[in-house]
Nanobody, 115 residues
Framework: QVQLVESGGGLVQAGGSLRLSCAAS????????MSWYRQAPGKQRELVATIPSGGRLYVVDSVKGRFTISRDNAKNTIYLQMNSLKPEDTGVYYC?????????WGQGTQVTVSS
């Protein structure tokens, strides 16, 4: 089962940017799906963006045009570039992967956007 470690979270003012990274413990070349989820206080975890090994990227409407998901197979890492951040983007951001039929979650990284 692949291990995932997120980094890059922090405190930023509204309108600012952050780049989250998710490093995998094994090659991501053959991992079918990798995604970013987030969970705001008191709310359910929600899908933010997905990057399959092939095919179309998916980004939820609420972050479309502001967030970009990408992957670097050579570094076994996926990224979430977050621009024009809003207070409602505050939450814990989790990396998720499905590999060999097993689902894995990272421990999460906190993103706080102040108004």
């Amino acid at each position: 089962q692949v291990q995932l470690v997120e980094s890059g979270g922090g405190l930023v003012q509204a309108g600012g940017s952050l780049r989250l990274s998710c490093a995998a413990s094994e090659t991501i070349f053959n991992i079918n799906v990798m995604s970013w989820y987030r969970q705001a206080p008191g709310k359910q975890r929600e899908l933010v963006a997905t990057i399959p090994s092939g095919g179309r990227l998916y980004v939820v409407d609420s972050v479309k045009g502001r967030f970009t998901i990408s992957r670097d197979n050579a570094k076994n890492t996926i990224y979430l570039q977050m621009n024009s951040l809003k207070p409602e983007d505050t939450g814990v951001y989790y990396c998720y992967a499905v590999s060999g039929g097993y689902a894995s979650w990272g421990q999460g990284t906190q993103v706080t956007v102040s108004s």
